[in-house]
């Protein structure tokens, strides 16, 4: 078989011709899944430092909550928020007191946690702070991410992200992200809200000088707005936290959760505050049909059981630091700089090996899975369920592809 004819050509062909090209994958396409490990259509076996950008947290298949999915698929999977059901009490009462909140909004992606959040800001404004109609104003941070809508792209400093796609909605400030300085100098009498994400992780896993969120909260209190904080990623274990906002010793007043809430299985995303932000939300003012289906629910229930007793998370925060020995080894060997929260890491390679791509490409003819970022940056954010042995497969292939780019 020639390689224009390999299983793995004829599915890239098919995307090709017939999915809009809004990206551009690593040449592997995946047939099946356990844990930290794929099998491609060649069969070849790749270990996963991706995880879905983080929604696989739990690794592919987990099997308590395939098991939850399945039970859940037996009984009923949607009802619209028309009727009620019986998973979504208790998964709304479970996520609430695992961050110790009082109140949930169930939702689906983490765009639409992250438009959930600003409309409830918004409303807050008004409603409780008093600012006057139309005039709410949020500040967010610079290269940030928050998701693909037209609201949210419209306050994105990425040029890709943004270009064709305006007008955009008013009503945002942008700052430096981990500048104090900057955000108590953006805030007016109109600020509703701060939207931070505590680690910028599609900006390369940019974790903020530790004083950095403290100050957020402070100057929130200052200015009497919320602190909002977009979880979607480095939330639910990735930095060896729960939350990372909490992890760097503060609380937000609104937390965005996605990704692995839904536990690689399907979307889920929630929006978790107390009841003097969220119950400004009355019948008819927001919704979703898919958001708070028994299905999800069911999944995130069994997600919450995982994070409960705490023990996946404290391995998430020795994973991390055996890790971060082992990227520490090639700085200076190729690698340029290393920064980790937990098990995530940012590494950005010697521009003069290649850029991202190439050291992604290269990683993956190695066996293993990792995603670029902004240039020579590579992102790995293996599955909290990976082994060490496992990890250290992940540097050697990247010592690996940074000599091969070397030579
Ligand atoms: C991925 C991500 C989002 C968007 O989530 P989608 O499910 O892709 O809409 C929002 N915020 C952050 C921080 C993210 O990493």
Known sequence: MTALESPTTMHEALVHEHSAHNYHPLPVVVADAEGAWVTD???RRLLDCLAGYSALNFGHRHPALVAAAHHQLDRVTLTSRAFGNDQLGPFCAELAALLGKQMVLPMNTGAEAVESGIKVARKWGYEVKGVPADRARIVVMAD???GRTTTIVGFSTDPDARAGFGPFTPGFDVV???????????????T??????????????VVPA??????VRRICDAHGALMIADEVQSGLGRTGHLLATRGAGTDADVYLLGKALGGGIL???????????LGVLRPGQHGSTFGGNPLACAVGRAV??????????ARAGALGSHLREGLDELVGRGVVAVRTAGLWAGVDVDPRLGDGRAVSEAMARRGVLVKDTH??????????VVGSDELDLAVDALRGALSELDA
């Open 375 to 384: 240039g020579s940056t590579v992102r790995l954010s293996p599955p909290l």
């Open 192 to 205: 509703v809200a701060v939207l931070v994400e505590p680690v910028q992780g599609e900006a390369g896993v």
């Open 144 to 146: 940030g991410f928050h």
């Open 210 to 215: 530790p004083e950095f969120l403290p100050a």
């Open 176 to 190: 430096p992200y981990g500048n104090a300085h900057a955000l108590a100098a953006a805030m007016t009498p109109e």
């Open 267 to 277: 979307p889920l995303s929630a929006v978790v505050a107390d009841a003097d932000v």
């Open 41 to 43: 259509v060649e069969g």
């Open 304 to 313: 919450i059981d995982l994070l409960a007793d705490g023990r996946l998370l």
